[in-house]
Nanobody, 123 residues
Framework: QVQLVESGGGLVQPGGSLRLSCAAS????????MGWYRQAPGKERELVATITNGGSANYVDSVEGRFTISRDNAKNTVWLQMNYLKPEDTAVYYCNADVRRWIGISLRSQGYWGQGTQVTVSS
């Protein structure tokens, strides 16, 4: 199986910074795109940022210029550096990874989620 373990959430004042990390472990062949999503109370889960295994990153407009996603393929780890945080960034942040695993003689891709980490931006 595959596990994604997140860390780095917490309480921060507006304008502050946090760095989230997510490490994948288990038995798998490779990881394609990794990403961060978030879900605020009463709202649907939304995409925050993604990064391919080649390093190509994409962001939702609301975090462009404030958040930076990065990854280390050798460590199967993805980070989300969040700067200039706003109260509207408050949410549970989830890591996601498209993982390739051998299922019998077939190499198949499947999405996995972390358990989520709370980010609260408040004075």
């Amino acid at each position: 199986q595959v596990q994604l373990v997140e860390s780095g959430g917490g309480l921060v004042q507006p304008g502050g910074s946090l760095r989230l990390s997510c490490a994948a472990s288990g038995s798998f062949f490779s990881i394609d795109t990794m990403g961060w999503y978030r879900q605020a109370p009463g709202k649907e889960r939304e995409l925050v940022a993604t990064i391919t295994n080649g390093g190509s990153a994409n962001y939702v407009d609301s975090v462009e210029g404030r958040f930076t996603i990065s990854r280390d393929n050798a460590k199967n780890t993805v980070w989300l550096q969040m700067n200039y945080l706003k109260p509207e960034d408050t949410a549970v942040y989830y890591c996601n990874a498209d993982v390739r695993r051998w299922i019998g003689i077939s190499l198949r891709s499947q999405g996995y989620w972390g358990q989520g980490t709370q980010v609260t931006v408040s004075s």
